[in-house]
């Protein structure tokens, strides 16, 4: 039988006693592309970071590609792109893809790594540093990082916001190109207009997983509502 890409038993989160994530058991199988939807504050951000090992559960465990979430082979095989950017002050974006790349031993990053600032229109901010960006251009340097490296699986969280249309179809079909790859996707979004191209859509609402299924069997007004 083979591993799913992610697994969870009763995975869970709470704040001082106060629940932010309800025991969910969940099986995504490799190659899958989900949509993760929900309104502010409805879980979402917080499955994304207990799974890609940023964040401690309170109950339950979790693997990704057979590994214990937070271990070094979790870490290893999986690529989480953050709502909130963060940069290293003294690094420029070219400095950023090169360091990432090399962390995780990505042979012939460096025209890979032209193709991504090309496709985001940011080749010539390539020797800037990013801390000092824009919003938007902060999300399409931190893009180009996130995929510049090898991954088996990619946790997104939010990855609309800030970006222009040109970005955004830029994105999404680096998403599509992953997809095509094998790689196995969880976009955390509210933006409803690209959920159609998911596999499967989950839906969370304070906390708990109220929906699993394919998008066109989905009220996606309602789910986010």
Do not use: C
């Not at 937070?70 to 893809?97: C, I, K, M, N």
């Amino acid at each position: 039988m083979t591993e799913p890409a992610i697994r969870t038993a009763e995975l869970e989160k709470a704040y001082f006693g106060v629940p932010a994530l309800d025991p969910i058991d969940l099986e995504v199988p490799e190659g899958q592309r989900v949509t993760l939807i929900g309104h502010n504050g409805s879980g979402k951000t917080t499955l994304l970071r207990i799974l890609a090992g940023t964040l401690e559960s309170t109950g339950g465990g979790a693997t990704v590609m057979g590994h214990p979430i937070g271990s070094s082979d979790a870490r290893a095989t999986l690529s989480f792109l953050t709502d909130q950017p963060v940069f290293y002050d003294d690094l420029t974006v070219w400095e950023h893809l090169e360091y990432v790349a090399r962390l995780h031993h990505t042979v012939d990053w460096e025209e890979h790594a032209v193709d991504l600032l090309d496709r985001f229109g940011i080749s010539d901010r390539a020797d800037d540093l990013p801390a000092t960006f824009s919003r938007g251009l902060k999300q399409k340097a931190a893009i180009a990082i996130a995929f510049v490296r090898p991954f088996d699986v990619v946790l997104v969280d939010e990855p609309f916001v800030g970006l222009d249309r040109a970005g955004r179809e830029a994105l999404l079909e680096l998403f599509d190109d992953a997809h095509a790859d094998g790689a196995t996707l969880v976009v955390a979004t509210h933006e409803l207009s690209s959920a159609d191209r998911a596999d499967r859509l989950l839906a969370l609402r304070e906390g708990a997983l109220i929906f699993d299924g394919r998008p066109d069997a989905a009220d996606l007004p309602d789910l986010v509502g």
